[in-house]
């Protein structure tokens, strides 16, 4: 799956299903999240709110997530390619 | 006229060298540091009620520079304990000029008489009421060297305008302060909330507060918001429909409360449902021993037993629970530090502010302490509850400052932090499948 960089996203694909949970529960805008754009400082994503995307990630994408995923990543690209990558990685794994 | 608002610089941290290393080394730390200060709603709510022939300004110069020659006819300065001393020093520059300068905010309320030898006019307390009287009496030429809010009994708080947030727009704020309520009914022995509020309850109306975050997020698309209110949830009709309100916003937010809260889980559940996501508790001290003089009703002495039970209601709601503590209170002895660190750990308790007491002025601790010859240093630059300013009966200033670093190193380390992480993974597993 190729990364996309704040364009429109078409549904259904694994960046476009990860944006709807940011979005619903960080509450912003999924048109906010810009790859360049710093996760914590700008969109205000702090560890609190990074362990309930990782839950619901687990849950409705089937992915399995290390607690220290998110304290690696400073900016939204950096964090959807980690999710992207680990995915892609689980499912070759079977 | 031209009319300039200033929010003067002020230390907001300690003067501790080791922990200043503490806080550059800490990522931790530096995050919850970016999320420190923020825009308040004073100078903004002044602007608003000030009216549209005159021209106003707001220079907040903890984010900008102030230019000490500016043009203007009236300088309003608000400030906290912290601001004093540099409030004092941009008054002296402005007033060498012939520039009027005014003061408000919590300092001049609770030191006025400090302020009116420094300034021109002083407001004490509320300004909603005040400060339109005062610029009818400056274009008569009849200003009064003392403005009371008490003089015209409390602000109804559905009659306050839009704070001119336009007028700060071009400055980058991690976080931006609304104020939905005034008033605590706890009045704590630290605590001068009271004197600047009174002890009655008041808020604004739900739909004007909804308005308000609107124009933040009109302005400030990724700040946080904050709720600058001393305890928000006391009114829970009030509350009940503030969050239906919220229902449609798309915002996350802050607040502050008193431990009551945890009781509600209906209240709890609505509160993370429209995107409250961190709430500060004041739980003020893990010796159950400083609480019982704290307040009259002793509410939070009687609540102490059950801490650990409350916050665990909360954070389990999805709500992290920021709590506030105090070290070098009366009762306080060596373990307090391991005992705070202890208490922080074993909850899993998602952040805590830890500051030693201070007693800034209006506060009935400040009272007591003068009277036993307690307080060391008056000099205001200090009052920012990261420096000791008060002799204890057993610790010494050394232990104090060394065992509040300690405290930071542990609470805010690496194994903290993961531990943490651990704790609410599971909270919110539990309840995605709890659907």
Same mark, same amino acid.
């Given at each position: 799956?190729?990364?996309? @960089?704040?364009?429109?996203?078409?549904?259904?694909?694994?960046?476009?299903?990860?944006?709807?949970?940011? @979005?619903?529960? @960080?509450?912003?805008?999924?048109?906010?999240?810009?790859?360049?754009?710093?996760?914590?400082?700008?969109?205000?994503?702090?560890?609190?709110? @990074?362990?309930?995307?990782?839950?619901?990630?687990?849950?409705?994408?089937?992915?399995?997530?290390?607690?220290?995923?998110?304290?690696?990543v400073e900016t939204v690209g950096e964090f959807f390619q980690l999710l992207e990558t680990t995915y892609e990685e689980q499912k070759a794994a079977g | 006229m031209r009319i300039l608002l200033v929010s003067p610089?002020?230390?907001?941290?300690?003067?501790?060298?080791?922990?200043?290393?503490?806080?550059?080394?800490?990522?931790?730390?530096?995050?919850?540091?970016?999320?420190?200060?923020?825009?308040?709603?004073?100078?903004?709510?002044?602007?608003?009620?000030?009216?549209?022939?005159?021209?106003?300004? %707001?220079?907040?110069?903890?984010?900008?520079?102030?230019?000490?020659?500016?043009?203007?006819?009236?300088?309003?300065?608000?400030?906290?304990?912290?601001?004093?001393?540099?409030?004092?020093?941009?008054?002296?520059?402005?007033?060498?000029?012939?520039?009027?300068?005014?003061?408000?905010?919590?300092?001049?309320?609770?030191?006025?008489?400090?302020?009116?030898?420094?300034?021109?006019?002083?407001?004490?307390?509320?300004?909603?009421?005040?400060?339109?009287?005062?610029?009818?009496?400056?274009?008569?030429?009849?200003?009064?060297?003392?403005?009371?809010?008490? /003089?015209?009994?409390?602000?109804?708080?559905?009659?306050?305008?839009?704070? $001119?947030?336009?007028?700060?727009?071009?400055?980058?704020?991690?976080?931006?302060?609304?104020?939905?309520?005034?008033?605590?009914?706890?009045?704590?022995?630290?605590?001068?909330?009271?004197? &600047?509020?009174?002890?009655?309850?008041?808020?604004?109306?739900?739909?004007? %507060?909804?308005?308000?975050?609107?124009?933040?997020?009109?302005?400030?698309?990724?700040?946080?918001?904050?709720?600058?209110?001393?305890?928000?949830?006391?009114?829970?009709?009030?509350?009940?429909?503030?969050?239906?309100?919220?229902?449609?916003?798309?915002?996350?937010?802050?607040?502050?409360? /008193?431990?009551?809260?945890?009781?509600?889980?209906?209240?709890?559940?609505?509160?993370?449902?429209?995107?409250?996501? %961190?709430?500060?508790?004041?739980?003020?001290?893990?010796?159950?021993?400083?609480?019982?003089?704290?307040?009259?009703?002793?509410?939070?002495?009687?609540?102490?037993? $059950?801490?650990?039970?409350?916050?665990?209601?909360i954070q389990e709601s999805g709500i992290g629970v920021y709590a506030s503590f105090i070290v070098g209170m009366d009762e306080d002895d060596h373990s307090v530090f391991d005992r705070t660190i202890d208490f922080?750990?074993?909850?899993?308790?998602?952040?805590?502010?830890?500051?030693?007491?201070?007693?800034?002025?209006?506060?009935?601790?400040?009272?007591r302490l003068l009277d036993s010859g307690r307080i060391t240093s008056s000099d205001w630059r200090l009052y920012t509850a990261w420096n000791l300013v008060v002799s204890h009966p057993i610790l010494t200033h050394?232990?104090?400052?060394?065992?509040?670093?300690? %405290?930071? $190193?542990?609470?805010?380390?690496?194994?903290?932090?993961?531990?943490?992480?651990?704790?609410?993974?599971? &909270?919110?597993?539990?309840?995605?499948?709890?659907?």
């Amino acid at each position: 799956m190729s990364k996309h @960089s704040g364009g429109t996203y078409y549904a259904g694909s694994l960046r476009h299903r990860i944006e709807q949970i940011v @979005s619903r529960i @960080s509450r912003i805008d999924a048109s906010e999240f810009q790859d360049d754009v710093l996760i914590r400082e700008e969109l205000g994503i702090d560890s609190l709110m @990074s362990m309930e995307i990782l839950a619901t990630c687990e849950k409705e994408l089937e992915l399995r997530l290390d607690e220290a995923t998110f304290a690696c990543v400073e900016t939204v690209g950096e964090f959807f390619q980690l999710l992207e990558t680990t995915y892609e990685e689980q499912k070759a794994a079977g | 006229m031209r009319i300039l608002l200033v929010s003067p610089r002020g230390e907001f941290l300690g003067r501790s060298r080791a922990f200043a290393d503490f806080l550059r080394n800490s990522r931790e730390m530096r995050t919850i540091l970016h999320y420190w200060n923020g825009l308040g709603a004073a100078l903004p709510t002044i602007a608003a009620l000030t009216p549209p022939e005159h021209n106003v300004s %707001i220079v907040d110069e903890n984010y900008q520079t102030l230019d000490l020659n500016q043009d203007a006819d009236i300088v309003g300065i608000s400030a906290m304990t912290q601001q004093a001393v540099r409030a004092y020093e941009i008054a002296r520059a402005f007033r060498q000029r012939g520039v009027y300068v005014v003061l408000g905010g919590i300092h001049a309320t609770v030191a006025p008489d400090e302020a009116v030898r420094n300034v021109d006019t002083v407001f004490m307390g509320e300004a909603e009421q005040t400060w339109p009287q005062f610029l009818r009496n400056f274009q008569e030429g009849a200003a009064k060297r003392v403005y009371r809010a008490s /003089d015209y009994g409390p602000v109804d708080m559905t009659t306050i305008p839009l704070p $001119r947030y336009d007028l700060l727009s071009g400055t980058r704020y991690p976080v931006v302060w609304v104020q939905a309520t005034r008033g605590c009914p706890h009045d704590c022995e630290f605590c001068t909330a009271s004197q &600047v509020y009174g002890r009655s309850y008041r808020h604004k109306s739900p739909a004007q %507060i909804a308005a308000e975050i609107r124009e933040v997020k009109r302005y400030w698309k990724s700040a946080q918001v904050g709720f600058a209110d001393d305890n928000m949830f006391v009114n829970r009709r009030f509350v009940s429909t503030l969050l239906d309100e919220f229902e449609t916003l798309p915002f996350t937010w802050y607040a502050q409360s /008193d431990i009551g809260i945890a009781g509600d889980r209906e209240l709890l559940r609505r509160l993370h449902q429209t995107g409250c996501r %961190i709430i500060f508790v004041g739980l003020e001290s893990v010796v159950e021993g400083n609480l019982v003089n704290l307040n009259g009703n002793k509410w939070k002495a009687r609540r102490f037993a $059950r801490y650990g039970e409350h916050i665990r209601a909360i954070q389990e709601s999805g709500i992290g629970v920021y709590a506030s503590f105090i070290v070098g209170m009366d009762e306080d002895d060596h373990s307090v530090f391991d005992r705070t660190i202890d208490f922080v750990n074993q909850h899993h308790i998602m952040g805590a502010q830890v500051t030693i007491l201070t007693p800034f002025p209006g506060s009935r601790l400040r009272q007591r302490l003068l009277d036993s010859g307690r307080i060391t240093s008056s000099d205001w630059r200090l009052y920012t509850a990261w420096n000791l300013v008060v002799s204890h009966p057993i610790l010494t200033h050394a232990e104090i400052e060394e065992g509040l670093l300690r %405290i930071y $190193r542990s609470i805010y380390s690496e194994e903290s932090y993961r531990d943490r992480a651990r704790y609410f993974r599971q &909270v919110f597993q539990n309840l995605v499948s709890c659907g």
